[in-house]
């Protein structure tokens, strides 16, 4: 009987995808590998992306002019790019559906200390802002139906851009919440902060689903601080966790109350997980090293395995160090940054 493959010869062999066995029993599935364009900019030369749709369109932020350093939103498909209205503050995109509408909020390193947060539908731009004016301050994502998720000065919010109904989750006193992603299903994952302007500052993770007058907080024994970072349409989580204060983070997958530490998969010092899939494949970020720098490479998390990126790349996209995967999609698309020609640039992945 002839032996099946090892992971190593696998990555090593020819072809466009990777055959990844699980070690739970599970069937094997493909993993592609990645050709990696550019992604384009406004004029400015910089672009940084943030979310990415099930079409293989993504969102962020790009500045106009080498001069002109704050930014704007913008939405990106193929190899073109479109800024949307300047309205005299720097924005960033923060989540964009398989409509196109995008959520985004003031770049407030450069328009001062208001908040402020807006879905554009189409060519109109929705503000996140209640019946009593409270607006939101962060927003963090947007899901099919519309229903975009951020932060307010008081809590959590749910937010229905075609019908602008604005739905709340109010903080305790000796807590501060912060929303990181939104499900299809309108579950919302992000994370609480205990101690906040103490010595001791910690996170935990948090869920709040539809209907739910309180957030559930997640309990994960011998961490110090954890977050959730996004969540599925199957309800599983990913986030990191911490075993002590100043000690690296490490990815984890939480469903149902089951966690899976996801953080020695490459023997690595740390990870860290930004978006999962409906399939469960991760895009984040790993450190191989403690260190000043604190370079950190891409990295890809599908079943029980985990993957460099960089050992994805298909021999057309040599030269590209993929530094960085903040989301990927359906159809295994992947967005972030990396470096190509010794300057760091937006990308997008996509299967070969």
């Known amino acids: 009987m002839t032996a099946a493959p090892t992971r190593r010869q696998c990555l090593q062999a020819a072809g466009a995808c990777i055959l990844l066995t699980t070690g739970l029993g599970a069937r094997a599935r493909a993993v592609p590998r990645y050709h990696v364009r550019a992604l384009p900019d406004l004029g400015g030369g910089t672009t940084r992306v943030h979310a990415l749709n099930d079409l293989g369109a993504c969102t962020g932020m790009a500045n106009r002019s080498g001069r002109d350093n704050q930014g704007v939103t913008f939405i990106s498909q193929g190899d073109r790019i479109k800024g949307l209205p300047w ?66 000065l008081g809590g959590l919010f749910r937010f229905d851009a075609g019908t602008g109904d604005m739905e709340h989750l109010p903080e305790p006193v000796d807590l501060e919440y912060e929303a990181r992603a939104i499900a299809d299903t309108g579950v919302v994952v992000g994370h609480a902060l205990h101690g906040l302007g103490g010595a001791d500052l910690s996170f935990q993770a948090l869920v709040w689903r539809p209907g739910a007058a309180h957030a559930e907080l997640l309990t994960l024994p011998d961490t110090h601080s954890h977050a959730a970072e996004g969540v599925n349409v199957h309800g599983t989580l990913c986030g990191w966790y911490t075993r002590g204060e100043n000690l690296p983070k490490r990815a984890f997958t939480w469903r149902d109350g089951v966690l899976i530490d996801l953080g020695d998969r490459l023997g690595v010092t740390g990870s860290r997980p930004f978006c999962i899939n409906a399939d469960g494949w991760i895009a984040g970020e790993v450190y191989p090293q403690v260190s000043r720098s604190r370079r950190q490479f891409a990295a890809l998390w599908v079943g029980d395995e985990a993957f460099m990126l960089n050992d994805l790349l298909h021999p057309g996209s040599a030269g590209w160090d993929l530094r960085t995967a903040v989301a990927v999609n359906a159809r295994g698309q992947i967005v972030g940054e990396g470096v190509v020609g010794n300057h760091r640039r937006a990308y997008i992945a996509t299967p070969a």
Request: charged fraction near 15%; include cysteine.
């Open 87 to 152: 309205t005299g503050i720097s924005t960033v995109g923060c989540g964009i559906n398989n409509d196109g509408w995008v959520v985004e909020h003031r770049n407030y390193k450069y328009s001062g200390p208001e908040f402020a947060a807006w879905v554009w539908v189409g060519d109109r731009r929705v503000p996140i802002v209640d019946a009593s004016g409270l607006m939101g301050r962060f927003a963090s994502g947007i899901n099919r139906a519309g229903v975009a998720t951020g932060t307010t």
